[in-house]
């Protein structure tokens, strides 16, 4: 075998390669992670990069005290989740997700925004 | 991750041999078959053996459906073990996922070829189902949790990509059965039935790898990120791992096809030949299949783990 047919070959197998299941992760936020903003928000909502499964997924607010401030309401739609929040006061705070993607893969993480 | 992988790479495994058998016969076995007259000479031992084998295929499918269930349960409910699974765990897996609904499906579908099977019902029905249990594990995988514009594109190209793999590697199980128990009993009409087979099954072979090509295009198009993250990912290193052995294969089938099969053939058109000597190229033969069979069961264990690992795009 010479080296063309070696690359043919090799080009080939890359293109075979069945590449499974991966897991649904942080695309962007609204409000943006690590962001500043001036306003209470009526909502948090997080974009993932995978379909995601409404029974075991959910988002959650809390305070610097660790005190959950959301209204227990996690909707999800495909890969958009938002919870409602109440009026919140100027402050640190930090946003909790925990999924799991239609191809069942558990992940989960935070980030936080800051209110003025 | 151990189990979730093993079960995972067991059904995929199975259901690839399963629908592999079926297609082995419409597509391989039956055309040539009909070409001969005295089809009963050797059919009865292979039909035998093909028939303990799609049991075999059939209850892994079964078993390892029922273990894969459980772990992702399990694995989703963040349960330590499947023991620390509850029933309230199970039925909204089962009612409230995709993963659930796909499953159910493919136990029905399961269940009903079994029972078509004992019935002895046609063939092409029974190949159709367990092609739909087969295809069914495309929308389990990344492809059913995509998000793209693309509609079901990426479904369909997981789906060609199974096909694909049921009617090559997985048609490589009845080929090996189908040459053990043949070439010790080489009459002249056997050994042409034998070289029709195998001549036939590497035309599939080709057209099954232009069909990869374009499948796995499509795949590499919505989920493959950079390449630089081969070296530098978990994900990477065994996708490398995969590649490698698939590499071994391919280079198998083409021995098998541009040496092993033309000298078949030209030991086959000899009519003077005697079975010893045509059975040294289909002992070769036999040999060949039968690593090539082993680096294809190679390739799906370590697909079972790359199904539990992040990709590098992520």
Not at chain 2, 95 to 108: D, I, P, S, Y
Not at chain 2, 236 to 257: E, I, P, Q, T
């Amino acid at each position: 075998m010479n080296t063309k047919h070696l690359i043919i070959v090799l080009t080939i197998s890359l293109i075979f390669v069945r590449i499974a299941d991966a897991h649904a992760f942080l695309d962007h936020a609204e409000p943006k992670v690590g962001s500043t903003i001036h306003e209470s928000p009526p909502q948090v909502t997080v974009w993932m990069t995978e379909n995601l499964e409404p029974a075991f997924s959910k988002l959650q607010v809390f305070d610097a005290m660790g005190t959950e401030l959301d209204s227990k309401d996690t909707k999800v739609n495909g890969n958009i989740m938002t919870v409602s929040l109440p009026k919140l006061a100027a402050g640190k705070y930090r946003v909790s997700w925990q999924v799991v993607a239609v191809d069942t893969h558990r992940t989960s993480g935070t980030f936080d925004f800051t209110i003025q | 991750m151990l189990w979730l992988a093993l079960a995972r790479a067991i059904h995929i495994a199975a259901s690839i041999l399963l629908a592999g058998l079926f297609a082995f016969r419409l597509i391989v076995l039956a055309p040539v078959a009909s070409r001969y007259d005295r089809v009963d000479r050797f059919q009865p031992r292979f039909k035998d053996s093909w028939g303990r084998l799609a049991l075999v295929a059939w209850s892994t499918v079964l078993v390892s459906a029922v273990v894969w269930f459980g772990v992702v349960a399990a694995s989703i409910s963040g349960a330590a073990t499947l023991l620390e699974v509850d029933a309230g765990t199970l039925q909204t897996v089962l009612l409230e996922t995709q993963f659930g609904h796909l499953w159910a499906c493919r136990v029905g579908c399961c269940l009903t070829l079994g029972i078509l099977l004992f019935l002895g019902s046609h063939e092409l029905i029974i190949a159709i189902l367990s092609f739909a249990i087969l295809a069914s594990l495309a929308a389990s995988g990344h492809s059913g949790a995509i998000v793209a514009n693309a509609g079901l594109l990426p479904i369909v190209g997981d789906i060609g990509h199974l096909i694909a793999a049921a009617l090559w590697p997985g048609g490589l199980v009845p080929l090996l059965v189908l040459l053990l128990g043949q070439y010790r009993a080489m009459d002249q009409s056997t050994r042409t039935f034998v070289a029709d087979i195998v001549r036939r099954f590497s035309g599939l072979s080709l057209v099954v790898v232009g069909l990869l090509v374009a499948t796995g295009l499509l795949n590499t198009y919505f989920i493959v990120g950079s390449p630089g993250a081969l070296l530098t990912t978990d994900y990477g290193r065994l996708l490398l791992l995969k590649l490698a052995l698939f590499v071994l294969m391919l280079g198998l089938g083409a021995w098998n096809l541009f040496v092993l099969k033309p000298r078949l053939s030209r030991a086959v058109m000899v009519e003077s030949q005697t079975a010893a000597s045509v059975a040294p190229p289909v002992q070769s033969l036999v040999r060949s299949v039968a690593a090539e069979t082993f680096l294809a069961a190679a390739v799906v264990f370590v697909i079972g783990f790359l199904g539990s690992t992040p990709p590098p795009m992520h």
